[in-house]
């Protein structure tokens, strides 16, 4: 079976069924984040059998999945990540997120202005809709 979708057709699903969901920091997800003059470390800690949706991102960056396995639903199918493994995220990426074990992962982006405001930062390189997104680039 074929499980790739075209790229409107799955960013017309992920946004139906998001539901216009702009929560960058949903409850069952645990946060660390560190700043340095030139990174933004994002740690992250999700309990397994969730399914969520990643933001839209503006900038590439890796994303470290330490321990854990997801399923990872994007424009280029399906993929099974288990850590310790990594991935490059691209700018216009969206992803849906089936979290099969408890997982720990860790993304690190650039600061090059040094900016240690939570907000700021995810400003720069986070969309919560593909109307933000387009207006970026």
Not at 80 to 103: C, F, Q, S
Request: proline share 6%; hydrophobic share 35%; net charge negative.
């Amino acid at each position: 079976a074929n499980n790739k979708v075209d790229k409107p057709d799955f960013i017309k699903n992920v946004e139906v069924n998001d539901n216009g969901n702009k929560v960058l920091h949903p409850s069952f997800v645990k946060y660390n984040h560190r700043f340095t003059e030139d990174l933004y470390i994002r740690e992250m800690f999700c309990p397994k059998d969730i399914v969520c949706f990643s933001v839209i991102h503006k900038k590439s960056n890796p994303l470290f999945l330490l321990s854990g396995k997801i399923a990872v639903s994007s424009i280029d199918g399906i993929q099974e990540l288990v850590g310790p493994t990594y991935i490059l995220t691209e700018p216009g990426t969206k992803r849906v997120i089936l979290v099969l074990e408890d997982v720990k992962a860790v993304t690190v982006h650039p600061n090059p202005d040094g900016i240690n405001d939570l907000e700021k930062i995810e400003e720069q390189i986070f969309a919560c809709t593909w109307k933000d997104y387009e207006k970026t680039q």
